[in-house]
């Protein structure tokens, strides 16, 4: 039999096969990368962004705290939270730090000079005027911004803070508010106390490793106002820098309960950093008022 073939239509073109098609340029454009330069300046765009949104959440919190409406209760609850769960970390926490740098700094003076007779005096100037309240911030970071992260995180992606705003009522006024006070108060009772603990723990290592009289130790000429004052300071700004961090952390969750993780990392890093900045600043200021 003989084989049949059929012409093509007239006029028609025959079908090409799809890997042969032609593809519109627009897709053969490879896509465009920032520059490094590009990268640095929307990273600054976006540090200063972060810092005006910082400055009015705390502008705010100062209004509310004169002009707002506080729920009974709040601000307890919220000390409770914030300070008597976290009298047993910062105990055990601090017990430690005293009994290490007390027991490196004799090992390191001994290298130098056989007299430790100025140990205690040189430890309690630095434990007052930096030591107690930078470190002691550094672990209220961890413990206390990822709490307020987490539960003001927890109510953005569940709509509550939503339902807050549709009711009058300002997430800075009933959220914000009463953990800045309770951080306030309660992180300068926390680093006073736990400044106490490292004495301390200091004390009895200078006793048992060194052979140091308590007496001698517990010299306490080297501290004066100025210590005391820049370190009070320290625990005030540590104390209020922290719960807004935190907040601003919390507020601006989005993406479910994985938003909610990534705004307590966020919350920790940004406090313990803002603790860092902030302790070099209030350092200046108070080596230039108390030299």
């Known amino acids: 039999m003989s084989r049949v073939t059929h012409p093509p239509h007239s006029g028609a073109t025959p079908r090409r096969h799809e890997e042969d098609a032609p593809v519109s340029e627009g897709f053969l454009i490879p896509r465009r990368e920032r520059s490094f330069f590009g990268q640095v300046g929307s990273g600054t765009i976006q540090l200063a962004r972060t810092f005006a949104e910082l400055y009015s959440i705390f502008v705010r919190t100062l209004y509310y705290i004169g002009f707002g409406k506080t729920e009974p209760g709040a601000i307890s609850k919220q000390m409770y939270e914030i300070g008597n769960k976290s009298v047993f970390f910062m105990t055990v926490v601090m017990g430690f730090i005293g009994m290490i740098l007390v027991y490196q700094a004799g090992l390191q003076t001994l290298r130098i000079l056989p007299d430790l007779q100025m140990l205690g005096a040189t430890f309690l100037e630095l434990l ?102 820049v370190g009070l300071a320290k625990c005030v700004v540590y104390g209020a820098a922290i719960p807004i961090v935190s907040a601003h952390s919390g507020l601006t969750t989005h993406g479910g309960s994985e938003g909610v993780g990534w705004a307590t990392t966020r919350a920790v890093v940004n406090s313990s950093l803002a603790v860092i900045m902030l302790n070099l600043f209030v350092s200046a200021v108070g080596f230039v008022v108390f030299p």
């Open 128 to 229: 007052v005027r930096d030591l107690a309240a930078s470190i002691g911030a550094l672990m209220l970071a961890t413990r206390i911004g990822a709490g307020i992260a987490a539960e003001v995180g927890s109510m953005v992606v569940t709509e509550q803070v939503d339902a807050l705003k549709m009711s009058a009522a300002d997430p800075i006024d009933y959220l914000v508010k009463p953990r800045f006070i309770a951080s306030v108060i309660m992180t300068t009772v926390l680093i006073i106390w736990a400044a106490g603990v490292a004495m301390l723990s200091g004390l009895l290592t200078g006793y048992v490793m060194f052979d140091l009289r308590p007496q001698t130790f517990f010299d306490l000429s080297l501290v004066d106002v100025g210590d005391l004052t």
